[in-house]
C-alpha cells in the first residue's frame, strides 16, 4: 500500500526567502505523485504533478518537485516565497500505476510567509 | 478553472440523519472520486466511480454509499450519520482515457451536531 510522509506541518518563511517542504512516499509500483494546495476553505488546487517523465517537474506560482527514486522524495522548493504562497500543502501519491486511482495523502504541510 | 462543482457549500446535520451530497464533474470526465478531510487531516479516499460502477474504496463503513448517474455527476450518501462524520467532503473528477490528474471541487462542510 502507498503512503506519503511530510515533514514539518508547519513551515514559516519569510518572504523572498525560499520555500522547501518535504515529502517522502512509500510505492510498490513506480509512482505518480502530486503536490495540491488548499486556502483557507477552498477545495484542493493542484500544483505540480510527476507521470514518470522528466524527474525535475515545474508547476505553476513558481514552484518546482524533484523526483529522487533513491530517496523516495518528492520535495517541493520555491526559490522566493510571496505572501500569496501562505496556504496548506499536500503531497499525494495515486496508486495502481495510474494516475487517476485513489490518492493516498500526507498530513499537510501549513506554510506562513513572513512580511 | 476546474470545474467540478459541489452541493451544498455548507450543511449541519443531527447525529442519526441521513445527508445527500453532489457532486458535478468537469466536462466529459467519467471519472469521480469522493474524499473526507476531517479538520488538520489529509484527504481520505472514500471511494471512486467509473462510468457508474464503484471502482476502489477506502476504509468506510457501508453507511457511505455512492451513485453516478448517466452524465457522470454523483451523489456521496452517509446514514446514520455519527460526530465524526463532521469533516470538507471533496470530489474530484478525472478521465482515465485522457488527462493524468484528478481535479478537485470546492468541496462541502458537513457539520454534525
Known amino acids: 500500500a502507498q503512503s506519503v510522509t511530510q515533514l514539518g506541518s508547519h513551515v514559516s518563511v519569510s518572504e523572498g526567502a525560499l520555500v522547501l517542504l518535504r515529502c517522502n512516499y512509500s510505492?510498490?509500483?513506480?509512482?505518480?505523485l502530486f503536490w495540491y494546495v488548499q486556502y483557507p476553505n477552498q477545495g484542493l488546487q493542484l500544483l505540480l504533478k510527476y507521470t514518470s517523465a522528466a524527474t525535475l517537474v515545474k508547476g505553476i506560482n513558481g514552484f518546482e518537485a524533484e523526483f529522487k527514486k533513491s530517496e523516495t522524495s518528492f520535495h517541493l522548493t520555491k526559490p522566493s516565497a510571496h505572501m500569496s504562497d501562505a496556504a496548506e500543502y499536500f503531497c499525494a501519491v495515486s496508486e495502481g500505476g495510474t494516475s487517476y486511482g485513489k490518492l493516498t495523502f500526507g498530513q499537510g504541510t501549513i506554510l506562513t510567509v513572513h512580511p | 478553472e476546474t470545474g467540478v462543482t459541489q452541493s451544498p457549500t455548507h450543511l449541519i446535520k443531527t447525529r442519526g440523519q441521513q445527508v445527500t451530497l453532489r457532486c458535478s464533474s468537469q466536462s466529459g470526465h467519467n471519472t469521480v472520486s469522493w474524499y473526507q478531510q476531517a479538520l488538520g487531516q489529509g484527504p481520505q479516499f472514500i471511494f471512486q466511480?467509473?462510468?457508474?460502477?464503484?471502482?476502489g474504496r477506502g476504509n468506510f463503513p457501508p453507511r457511505f454509499s455512492g451513485l453516478q448517474f448517466p452524465n457522470y455527476s454523483s451523489e456521496l450518501n452517509v446514514n446514520a450519520l455519527e460526530l465524526d462524520d463532521s469533516a470538507l467532503y471533496l470530489c474530484a473528477s478525472s478521465i482515465p482515457e485522457g488527462t493524468d490528474t484528478q481535479y478537485f471541487g470546492p468541496g462541502t462542510r458537513l457539520t454534525v451536531l
Open positions: 510505492s510498490s509500483v513506480p509512482p505518480y
Open positions: 466511480y467509473y462510468r457508474e460502477e464503484e471502482n
